[in-house]
C-alpha cells in the first residue's frame, strides 16, 4: 500500500526540484511548517498585475512535499492569483473529498492522489499550496 503513495513518479519529481533557492529581491515570500511533522516549505515570489513574473523556493519537506513543490515550480510562471487558489482547492478536494485531481499543466498532481488514503501526509502535501496563498494575500 504504501509503494502507491512513493510511486516512481513521485520519487522522481522529488528528485528533480528546479527553481530551489531564493529569488534575489522577490516581491513577496511566505514560510509555511507542517506541525505534524516539521515539513516547511519557504516560498518567494515576484509578480505583476496579478501574474507570477517568478519563482524560487526552499523545500525540506518528505518526497511527498518534495514531488508537490516539484510540480509548482514547474508551472507557477505565468499563473494568476485566481488560478492558484483555485488549484488548492482542488487539491484538498482531491485529498480529501475524493476530487477529481487539477488538469492541464498541472497534471502531474495527480500522481499524489494516493495521499488521500493518508491524512497524516495531507498537510506535507500541501505546504506549497499554503505559502503561495500566503504570498498572494500579502500582495494585496
Known sequence: MVSNLYNTKILDLA???????????PFTTATVVSKLCGS?????????DDCVTDFS?????CSL???????????????DSNELL?????????????????RGKWEDLKYLQPVKDYKGRH?????TFDAVEECLIQKK
Do not use: F
Request: avoid cysteine.
Open 40 to 48: 516547511k516549505v519557504t516560498v518567494y515570489l515576484d509578480i505583476k
Open 86 to 102: 483555485e488549484l488548492k482547492k482542488s487539491m484538498y478536494e482531491m485529498l480529501n473529498n475524493g476530487g477529481l485531481p487539477p
Open 15 to 25: 528528485a528533480n526540484i528546479p527553481r530551489l533557492g531564493k529569488l534575489d529581491n
Open 57 to 61: 523556493h526552499e523545500v525540506k519537506a
Open 123 to 127: 498537510a506535507s502535501v500541501m505546504l
Open 65 to 79: 512535499g518534495q514531488a508537490a513543490s516539484s510540480v509548482m515550480a514547474r508551472n507557477i510562471v505565468g499563473s
